[in-house]
Antibody, heavy 117, light 111 residues
Framework: QVQLVQSGAEVKKPGSSVKVSCRTFGDTFNNFIITWVRQAPGQGLEWMGR????????NYAQKFQGGVTITADRSSSSAYIELHSLKSEDTAVYYC???????????WGQGTLVSVS | QSALTQPASVSGSPGQAISISCTGT?????????VSWYQQHPGKGPKLLIF???HRPSGVSNRFSGSKSGNTASLTISGLQPDDEADYYC???????????FGTGTTVTVL
């Protein structure tokens, strides 16, 4: 049973940055493909990007290119997403999720609320 | 890459069957079998219901089924139950640089 545990809620000022972590438990991190999804208050899900850890491939949604950085660290079995130059519109819950079946996400973190004000 | 189009809401009585449509283009749904569906209860994270258009992960009820025709995918919930009341999202792989796109989301109400 794989678990994804995310870092806690953050309150940030506009223009600052924040880094959200997603630590994985229960399987070999090398094989992981971790995706990041955001959900603004009362809004739908939005795909932000992913990292294929073994191949060190990182893909970003065009909308977020340049505004976020996705990384991973084998030693801590963790993936990270850093959001730069925060705006109030970036207030959202950010989820990490693991690809288990092809191009879909079965295991999800609990979500991290980032509030920008 | 625009979000896939879903109806805002669908409702049904307990025991009934309902379907939720998800319409895209030939650059996403019409060009791939990587279509998935997610259920999200209020305040909770998404749960995978369907992957690769028609397949259910282990542990997901067979009351949930998926299909696709052309640029439109559909999720059918049969034998509607009160706990099915939730938001539902489709997702598709795309041939653009934005690899995946979610649908706009559908709120299911059990009458």
């Amino acid at each position: 049973q794989v678990q994804l545990v995310q870092s806690g809620a953050e309150v940030k000022k506009p223009g600052s940055s924040v880094k959200v972590s997603c630590r994985t438990f229960g399987d070999t991190f090398n094989n992981f493909i971790i995706t990041w999804v955001r959900q603004a208050p009362g809004q739908g899900l939005e795909w932000m990007g992913r990292i294929i850890f073994m191949q060190n491939i990182i893909n970003y949604a065009q909308k977020f290119q340049g505004g976020v950085t996705i990384t991973a660290d084998r030693s801590s079995s963790s993936a990270y997403i850093e959001l730069h130059s925060l705006k109030s519109e970036d207030t959202a819950v950010y989820y990490c999720a693991r690809e288990v079946h092809s191009n879909s996400w079965k295991d999800w973190g609990q979500g991290t609320l980032v509030s920008v004000s | 890459q625009s979000a896939l189009t879903q109806p805002a809401s669908v409702s049904g009585s307990p025991g009934q069957a309902i379907s939720i449509s998800c319409t895209g283009t030939s650059s996403d749904i019409g060009g791939t079998n990587y279509v998935s569906w997610y259920q999200q209860h209020p305040g909770k994270g998404p749960k995978l219901l369907i992957f690769d258009v028609i397949h259910r992960p282990s542990g997901v009820s067979n009351r949930f089924s998926g299909s696709k025709s052309g640029n439109t995918a559909s999720l059918t919930i049969s034998g509607l139950q009160p706990d099915d009341e939730a938001d539902y999202y489709c997702n598709s792989y795309t041939t653009t640089s934005t690899l995946y796109v979610f649908g706009t989301g559908t709120t299911v109400t059990v009458l």
